[in-house]
């Protein structure tokens, strides 16, 4: 039985030049994502549902002092606040998930 060392490629060869990986970046920075933000959630039964008109009003679990989630890609990023800027909202990051988190939620 011939049994020997398994041989890699090294780490730093397969991955290239840093102006390869750079250039790669740079197609992944013109991609556009869908960006979201959620005020809040609720559960509602059908026939409350139906019953919904104009005026009527649904009340969200969250409270109003809550930060509102920032969904891209329909994953959670960051948390924010609602700010007004002229006639249009806006909202201000106050915190953002953990980077490793980010990049795993992007690729899902």
């Given at each position: 039985?011939?049994v ?31 960006v979201?933000i ?71």
């Amino acid at each position: 039985m011939d049994v020997r060392n398994a041989q890699f490629q090294s780490l730093e060869a397969s991955a290239g030049t840093e102006g390869q990986r750079d250039r790669k970046l740079d197609l992944l920075m013109d991609l556009t994502l869908p960006v979201a933000i959620e005020l809040g959630r609720t559960q509602m039964l059908i026939r409350d549902i139906l019953d919904l008109q104009r005026g009527s009003v649904v009340e969200f679990e969250k409270l109003a002092s809550e930060p509102v989630d920032i969904l891209i890609n329909g994953k959670k990023m960051a948390e924010g606040e609602v700010v007004v800027i002229e006639k249009h909202f806006g909202i201000r990051i106050t915190s953002l998930v953990d980077t490793e988190e980010r990049v795993k939620g992007l690729g899902r």
